[in-house]
């Protein structure tokens, strides 16, 4: 199993950027799927998080600015940002429970990370 994250770069304070993260391999069912980001100096947080379900939730930072949605048929979660703030300057790691084989447990997998810089 694999996550690949794009569409980090550089943006204008106020602009918008959306990232991608697309899970192949083996893939019986995925549950939550999510955004979590790391600044230099501080520790990784949760930036959004979605379930199977379509259930939603946000980091308070992101509120108002930051939609995650999914595509259940391509395995993949998107992070819409918008009205960015040099704050939202991180590495952007996506996140997904997943359960590779009807006969195996659900895991925790992560991407590479894609690196957003909020500057102008």
């Known amino acids: 199993v694999q996550l690949q994250a794009s569409g980090g770069g550089l943006v204008q304070p106020g602009g918008p950027l959306r990232l991608s993260c697309a899970a192949s391999?083996?893939?019986?069912?995925?549950?939550?799927m999510g955004w979590y980001r790391q600044a230099p100096g501080k520790q990784r947080e949760l930036v959004a998080r979605?379930?199977?379900?379509?259930?939603?939730n946000y980091a308070d930072s992101v509120k108002g600015r930051f939609t995650i949605s999914r595509d259940v048929r391509k395995n993949t979660v998107y992070l819409q940002m918008t009205s960015l703030k040099p704050e939202d300057t991180a590495v952007y790691y996506c996140?997904?429970?997943?359960?590779?084989?009807?006969?195996?447990?659900?895991?925790?997998?992560w991407g590479q990370g894609t690196l957003v810089t909020v500057s102008s």
């Open positions: 979605i379930t199977d379900g379509g259930s939603t």
């Open positions: 391999g083996s893939i019986f069912s995925i549950n939550g």
């Open positions: 996140n997904a429970d997943i359960r590779p084989s009807v006969t195996s447990f659900s895991s925790n997998y």
